[in-house]
């Protein structure tokens, strides 16, 4: 298996290296591939050193399988080169989401949806993967009408350059910014670029991206998209409203029986999903579990997972394991 890790060198190539070698991911040879200015640098993998290659070099080798987190414009570009060669692309960037053609998998909810013929597959956007990990269950039990998030979101998700300026804060010191103000005891209403709706970039595909994951249009969702001084792990306060009645016992039972979702909810021990022990785990922790009292058939929860894994690489990855597994690459 001739695995391709493109844009290594990023934080969530890092993290796909670092859950590759946890996971004993099967590589017989392995690519590791980012921009120009990159090519020739060394980087680890499970105590071997690897030489970063261009673009082209890695398309020319023909792998099995690519692993993208090179950004929209790059994936653009070259996926659709690496599936001429036969290669199987799972792409963690925007670019292929809401292509008709293309399919947005979360491999335990839609995963058998992929076939052979799948040559450029979409990894959903961060929050959508731990949103639909604990919607899903509950829609297929309950048929869910309007879903109500606001987020609370990781500087880790913007990348490198917003963890520096939150940590430059912290320490007083004066550097480059990612965002327009300061995030250090702060709480920016803006995720990603303001669209004309004037809604951002993030809460429109927090709308449009679990619709089409679940296969289903009939629900309605509203989202609001916060960035805090946290530096790994996003927060989600969900308000779900369905169609049936559901009983409080029966929804913790159906979150905690779903693979992937831990549920942390007792009141008696303060016991609830916290970005800090969401940290280095693939996991999606539902808590605070609990009626919404002002409306008929209505629930509120607290989902917390850790954004660059099971939120990028590791449903990335899983989705490679699930192609090898069912013989599609």
């Not at 050193?49 to 023909?62: E, F, N, P």
């Not at 169609?243 to 905690?256: G, I, P």
């Not at 808590?287 to 058939?297: A, H």
């Amino acid at each position: 298996m001739k695995v391709a890790v493109v844009g290594a060198t990023g934080m969530v190539g890092n993290v796909m290296l670092q859950v590759l070698a946890e996971r004993n991911f099967p590589i017989t040879e392995l690519l590791l591939v980012a921009s120009e200015r990159s090519v020739g640098k060394q980087l680890e993998y499970k105590g071997k050193k690897y030489t970063i290659i261009g673009m082209q070099d890695a398309v020319d080798a023909k792998p099995d399988i690519a692993l993208f987190s090179a950004g929209g414009t790059t994936s653009e570009l070259w996926a659709p080169k690496f599936a001429e060669v036969g290669c199987t692309v799972v792409d963690n960037s925007s670019a292929w989401r809401m292509d008709p053609s293309k399919k947005l998998i979360v491999p335990e909810i839609n995963g058998s949806e992929l076939t052979k013929e799948d040559k450029i597959i979409a990894n959903p956007n961060c929050s959508t993967i731990q949103l639909v990990m604990a919607l899903a269950p509950l829609h297929k039990k309950y048929k869910m009408k309007r879903v109500v998030i606001s987020t609370y979101q990781s500087v880790s998700g913007t990348g490198v350059k917003a963890v520096q300026q939150l940590e430059n804060e912290e320490k007083g010191i004066k550097g480059e910014m990612a965002y327009h103000y300061p995030i250090h005891r702060n709480a920016i209403p803006q995720c990603d670029v303001f669209l004309e709706n004037g809604y951002t970039k993030e809460e429109m595909k927090l709308v449009k991206e679990p619709k089409k994951i679940l296969n289903d249009q009939s629900f309605s969702v509203t989202a609001t998209a916060v960035r805090i001084p946290t530096s790994g792990g996003h927060s989600e306060a969900v308000n779900v409203q369905f169609e049936n009645d559901f009983d409080l016992a029966d929804v913790r039972k159906l979150l905690a029986a779903t693979p992937g979702v831990i549920v942390q909810d007792n009141l008696d021990t303060n016991t609830y999903p916290m970005p800090m022990y969401a940290n280095n785990k693939d996991e999606v922790f539902v808590g605070r579990i609990r009626r919404d009292e002002s409306l008929p058939n209505s629930l509120n929860m607290w989902i917390v997972s850790d954004n660059l894994r099971k939120g990028a690489a590791t449903n990335t990855i899983q989705i490679g394991e699930y192609l090898i597994a069912n013989g599609l690459v």
